[in-house]
């Protein structure tokens, strides 16, 4: 029966390291990508673990057993505890030190072609604890090398939990974020008096919505009533900062870290406060809302985090695929089968993505009419990454950037439509614009989005405005439609030299921003010019 020791120690080190040590360390590196603070996440993290400790544990025990009862020498109980060590003390180093080549989880299709020198090197990784083991035994036999390997576990588990303790340490992860979520109710509100509403659609770029829509002659009309802005510019090439930026103006300079500025944006935006005072009950759909701690306005539709309810097995699902995206030898980890970081999924009241936004919109064609005034904003993939839509939204294996853009407008007319429906149209201001555009393969193409906008009871043929329009101007817009004005009064009058600034950065080193400025179009990119202002965390 001690001998069962070896197997209890291995399987525990196992399941600390790929669910305790990697959730956790994800956690404590991501802390503003998750809803949920370390008290919320660690009890699905615990019981995950004691679950897959358990099972790992009863298996070994069974074939001790079952091997002690044919043979007392547990030939086939060590050996496969040694495969089992091996496995592990080669996934540790995979997932561990040899990760700097892995593609960014963005969304982005993975194309895991290639890989040769990864390969080999997981090869050699392999190789050398195989020979290893291999000397080992001839020398010290079967069980003492299990027995060393046991120890050795111990030893990793150790440095895992040294380096898990410190991280959570120093990025202050075991604090209360007392942040939100988000959730789906008063989606079909409605005002009977006046509306204020942001449908923004992600990496929506203003050029290729501009031909896709021209192309097709069944939306022609689509956006009568609305000023169509073909050279706005945006402040941020990512929608991390983007959003914040749209609903407060407030920039992010890298003073602070992010979730304290995204909550700062939010608690000081000076359209919030002008929402408040003129009455209108407030929804934000966002599922990535970053807004800890006090909150100075209500909004109906979110929740405290520490209020929701975990869904383990989706938990449970997302985590997997993580571990094995990040402990498979590289050749694997395809089967991973993994694109972003979903942890978020794990929650069921609100899921923002198109053909569950579209579904909610048929499903839900009679709106729920409201006396108060409301402000609305819906933000959903739009035509980001992964691109999985046809123009009707269907989900398809290989849909392009362009289909994606015919499912924005399909997504369009049928939220237009739905609002004429409920003569709810005329009395709304609406604004349907992107975060950010899209890069292709030139990232400075992702700063002019989609921006069009009309105000209340606007009656005209759409216009084409080529104001050098920036985002900057979004806030004193906002102001001049709350107080009635027409698309056709507001952003104009710049002039053609006029300056403009965003904000550059590249994806997941958010800490290194540089300033540019450019006064010409939106999309002449060998125009943008270092303005020398760094902005380093």
């Known amino acids: 029966m001690k001998k069962l020791i070896y197997s209890y120690i291995l399987v525990f080190a196992f399941c600390f390291m790929f669910f305790i040590y990697e959730p956790l360390f994800l956690y404590a590196t991501n802390i503003n990508d998750f809803w949920f603070d370390l008290g919320i996440m660690i009890k699905p993290v615990l019981i995950i673990f004691f679950l897959i400790f358990t099972l790992g544990s009863l298996v070994f025990t069974g074939i001790y057993f079952l091997n002690h009862k044919f043979s007392s020498k547990l030939k086939v109980y060590f050996s496969l505890l040694l495969v089992f060590a ?64 046991s120890y050795l576990s111990l030893g990793v588990t150790l440095m895992l939990t040294v380096s898990l303790v410190t991280t959570l340490v120093s990025n202050n992860a075991f604090a209360s974020k007392n942040g939100v979520y988000v959730t789906d109710n008063n989606l079909n509100d409605i005002s009977k008096n006046k509306n204020f509403l942001i449908f923004m659609l992600d990496a929506v770029d203003e050029d290729t919505f501009y031909k896709v829509w021209q192309e097709n002659p069944e939306y022609k009309d689509l956006l009568n009533d609305f000023t169509y802005y073909n050279d706005a510019m945006s402040t941020y090439a990512f929608t991390r900062d983007s959003v914040p930026f749209v609903l407060s103006g407030m920039w992010n300079k890298n003073e602070n870290e992010f979730g304290t500025y995204s909550s700062n944006a939010y608690n000081n935006s000076p359209f919030f406060k002008e929402l408040t005072e003129k009455d209108y009950k407030m929804h934000i759909y966002e599922d990535s809302l970053v807004w800890n701690g006090t909150r100075n306005y209500e909004v109906e539709n979110i929740k405290l985090a520490k209020t929701a309810t975990v869904d383990l097995f989706v938990f449970f699902k997302q985590e997997l695929h993580y571990d094995l995206f990040k402990y498979l030898p590289y050749f694997l980890k395809k089967y991973s089968r993994i694109e972003k ?14 053909a569950l936004a579209y579904k909610n919109m048929l499903k839900n064609k009679e709106l729920n ?25 269907n989900d398809i294996k290989d849909s392009s950037y362009e289909q994606e853009i015919e499912a924005c407008l399909t997504l369009i007319k049928t939220y237009l439509n739905r609002l004429k429906e409920n003569d709810s149209y005329d009395n709304s201001v609406i604004i349907i614009m992107a975060d950010h555009g899209y890069d292709g393969n030139e990232i400075f193409t992702r700063f002019n989005p989609l921006l069009m906008i009309k105000g209340l009871n606007e009656k005209h043929d759409v216009i084409i405005s080529k104001e050098p329009v920036s985002y900057v101007d979004l806030l004193g817009a906002y102001q001049s439609l709350l107080d009635g004005k027409k698309s056709t009064e507001i952003l104009k009058n710049f002039g053609p030299n006029r300056k403009r ?33 760094v902005f380093d965390r």
């Open 341 to 354: 970081m979903s942890f978020n999924n794990s929650i069921n009241d609100f899921k923002s993505n198109d």
């Open 501 to 533: 600034t965003f904000i550059w950065y590249q994806y997941l080193h958010e800490n290194h921003m540089v300033e540019y400025t450019t006064t010409k179009g939106a999309r002449e990119s060998s125009s943008f010019e270092a303005t020398g202002n």
């Open 86 to 149: 091996i496995a592990f003390l080669a996934t540790y180093i995979e997932g561990n030190y040899l990760i700097a080549n892995l593609p960014a989880l963005d969304g982005s299709k993975i194309t895991w072609g290639g890989g040769t020198l990864d390969n080999l090197i997981t090869g050699i990784v392999w190789l050398v604890i195989i020979i290893g083991s291999i000397i080992l035994v001839k020398k010290v036999k079967l069980e003492k090398t299990v027995k060393i390997f």
């Open 369 to 393: 009419k409201i006396d108060s005034n409301l402000f609305q904003f819906y933000h959903i993939d739009g035509a980001h990454v992964p691109f999985n839509y046809d123009k009707n939204l």
